[in-house]
């Protein structure tokens, strides 16, 4: 499919079905269909075929998307883009410019146009007859018939009527002259030029529709190590079955969702929770396929595989919401299903009329020509495009890259931000927020034999504390003797003393390292306690932490009437902690994937227009399901997949530039459209009327074309509103 046009004519199709409805997405390449139950599959398939395309079942499994590839088409697209540019240019010059005619001009442009109309058009003409060959009509057709009209007659003109003269020159007229020693060559060449200069800028976007279940898909192991008695053996994920036993080292991903029946470990679930401190895990409980070992070994019993997974469902999550979003484009779909066929039909009346007047077949042809060049959709074609790619260009450099202009269109209409917590409103990294020695004990003294002792550990917590040690006190002495037990703490023995971190066994009697430890809990951080030679010694707090410019960032977008909302997988303190630093009032704590959509659903069935901002796989499915996703660039594969705006910078600040930047841009392409528009519905009565010459109509579009060019351009050179200043 190549445009709104086809996608109307395969719903279409489908719906002859008795029972049937379809909404079919142009970006993911895919259709959900409604059907009574017993429809063979084969049937639809075969409807799809009769509107001239090809089908086939989708995977049971959403990540399987990832074995469809990204199309990869971008380097054969440029490369005919490149030579049919090299062939045109020197047609259009000379065609329009006469003072550049010199003898024998028109036939070296015969010959320049030919492999232009053949082999650039080739695609335009194979799926213009695909559509004749099934009543039917899309842009392809009307780009294939004033290729072909331009072309044919000025091939006629120059074998048989005269315009073949060697030393003949073109002037420029704007009306049909009614020689025959006119050629449209530049028609011919310019046609397929501007078309697809624009179908390579939307290929591109379109074939980025399918990232967000690929990125997902690579989260997935590809091979598991089975455990029968004593022996071990690795084999592919496909051959993994429930109640199946499978070993998982430190450093390697949980091939399964299962239940671990031997070993202890610290599982790192942030990927899908969003939770920043990793979960002690032990014999009886459960761990989720893709997460992260970062612990000891475990043995876990598989208790779902393939599309059963949590994994899986969140990628079938994404799947839906992206499908859902194709019905939102029916009216475009309506507008370019009509404007083809009246096109077509307005050039055949033409012909008519001017045969049925009595005028010579020339001018008559010469006039349905016209109407064909004239109507030829590059501008329309090239509006959005190119303003999206100067508007994309400059967003980056200003650390916002946007993936469509309904993007753009839905940040316009955002009334609420539902923000993520960890790695979005946070750096999603474990620091030292605070150290609380006990009475009479060195601060930096305690701290440097801590960090010594964590940097035997890779827990996260334990890099916390022995890269604030590094930055505080300097190099790190040894530590001999370390020591983990999983689920409590490490120990060592450092400069000759005993050192040990972890949850404390009991209480401390000390007040302040008791009202340390009750701080941090009502905080929502955690808290180690460090014990020299057996005595309670300090009390380290660790935490996520708030990035630096959240703040300002949450009171811009109120400033820009949104209401915040605070949306998390992390515990309730954590989030009760950085919502009330930043003043957010409402938070939804302890989300799962499934509640977060649920809770963008809730507040769009309120009337609201959502906006959701995150960074790991577990917001993936509320970034598609919300009226506009937006991913953090230091977030994962899988949420910028999902996402149709990713802050590169990581800092929300830039969702605020985006806003504006979304403004102007949709003004740029408001004014392309409508000089397209308004260009069409004063040329094509014009060459209706047999008043316009098919080169001027040709030279019309051309220009058309680069007026909307020139006025994208202009956002290449657009700068944000410095922001106010303010205090907290």
Not at 107 to 132: E, I
Not at 165 to 181: C, D, I, Q
Not at 236 to 241: A, M, N, S, V
Not at 663 to 679: C, D, K, M, P, S
């Amino acid at each position: 499919m190549t445009c709104a046009a086809c996608v109307g004519r395969v719903e279409k199709r489908l719906a002859r079905l008795d029972g049937v409805s379809a909404s079919v997405n142009l970006v993911t390449g895919r259709a959900r269909v409604l059907h009574p139950v017993g429809t063979p599959v084969a049937e639809l398939i075969a409807a799809v075929e009769r509107a001239g395309y090809t089908a086939e079942p989708v995977t049971e499994d959403p990540t399987d998307a990832e074995t469809r590839g990204d199309g990869g088409g971008d380097r054969g697209d440029l490369l005919r883009l490149l030579v049919t540019a090299v062939l045109a240019v020197p047609v259009l010059a000379l065609s329009m410019v006469p003072g550049w005619q010199f003898a024998g001009w028109q036939w070296l442009c015969f010959v320049l146009a030919l492999p232009v109309v053949t082999w650039s058009s080739a695609a335009f003409h194979r799926r213009a007859w695909q559509g004749l060959r099934h009543a039917g009509a899309t842009m392809d057709t009307l780009v294939s018939l004033g290729v072909v009209a331009s072309f044919g007659w000025s091939a006629y003109a120059l074998l048989f009527g005269g315009a073949g003269t060697v030393g003949m020159r073109m002037p420029m007229t704007l009306t049909a002259s009614g020689s025959e020693a006119h050629v449209y060559l530049e028609a011919a060449v310019g046609v397929p030029l501007f078309v697809l200069g624009g179908r390579l800028l939307e290929g591109r976007a379109r074939r980025r529709g399918g990232a967000a279940l690929r990125a997902l898909a690579a989260l997935g192991t590809r091979e598991v190590t089975l455990r029968g008695g004593d022996e071990e053996r690795t084999v592919p994920i496909e051959w993994l079955t429930p109640g199946q036993e499978f070993t998982v080292r430190p450093g390697e991903r949980i091939a399964t969702d299962g239940v671990v029946v031997e070993g202890g470990s610290a599982v790192d679930v942030s990927v899908l929770t969003g939770e920043s401190v990793p979960v002690e895990v032990g014999p009886g409980d459960r761990v989720t396929g893709a997460t992260l070992n970062v612990g000891g070994s475990l043995v876990v019993r598989a208790t779902a595989v393939g599309a059963d997974t949590q994994l899986a469902r969140i990628a079938a999550l994404v799947a839906d919401a992206q499908a859902g979003k194709a019905r939102a484009q029916r009216l475009a779909d309506a507008v370019a299903a009509v404007f083809v066929p009246t096109v077509l039909a307005v050039a055949v009346c033409v012909l008519g009329f001017w045969l049925g007047a009595g005028a010579d077949t020339q001018a008559a042809v010469t006039a349905a020509v016209a109407v064909l060049v004239v109507a030829c959709p590059c501008a329309l074609g090239l509006a959005t495009p190119t303003a999206l790619l100067a508007a994309t260009g400059r967003g980056a450099e200003l650390g916002v890259l946007v993936r469509g202009p309904e993007v753009l269109e839905s940040l316009r209409r955002i009334d609420t931000v539902v923000l993520d917590k960890t790695g979005t409103l946070t750096t999603g990294r474990m620091e030292l927020v605070r150290l609380t020695p006990a009475e009479g004990v060195d601060a930096d003294e305690v701290l440097r034999l801590a960090g010594a002792v964590e940097h035997h550990s890779e827990h996260p917590i334990a890099r916390a504390v022995a890269d604030a040690a590094r930055q505080r006190t300097g190099p790190l002495p040894a530590a001999t003797g370390f020591a983990a037990t999983a689920g409590t703490g490490v120990r060592a023995t450092v400069e000759g003393r005993d050192v040990r971190i972890g949850r404390p066994e009991e209480p401390p009697r000390e007040a302040v390292l008791h009202d340390a430890l009750a701080q941090a809990e009502e905080d929502g951080r955690t808290a180690v306690l460090v014990e020299v030679d057996g005595r309670p010694a300090a009390v380290l707090t660790v935490g996520d932490t708030v990035r630096a410019g959240s703040w300002r960032s949450v009171r811009r977008l109120r400033e820009l009437g949104a209401d915040v909302v605070l949306l998390t997988g992390d515990r309730p303190g954590p989030a009760r902690a950085v919502a009330a630093e930043l003043g957010i009032t409402t938070v939804h704590a302890a989300a799962t994937p499934e509640r977060k959509a649920a809770v963008v659903a809730e507040l769009q069935a309120a009337g609201r227009s959502v906006a959701m901002v995150g960074d790991g796989v577990n917001d993936a499915a509320a970034l598609a399901a919300a009226d506009l996703g937006i991913a953090m660039g230091s977030g994962t594969d899988a949420a910028i997949g999902a996402a149709g705006l990713t802050l590169v910078r990581g800092d929300i600040d830039s969702l605020v530039t985006a806003a504006h930047l979304a403004r102007r841009t949709l003004g740029t392409i408001r004014a392309n459209l409508a000089w397209a528009f308004g260009y069409n519905a004063v040329l094509l009565p014009l060459a209706a009327l047999g008043l316009l010459n098919p080169m001027i109509a040709a030279l019309a579009m051309s220009a058309s074309s680069v007026l909307v060019v020139a006025n994208s351009l202009r956002l290449r050179t657009w700068q944000p509103a410095p922001a106010r200043r303010g205090t907290r």
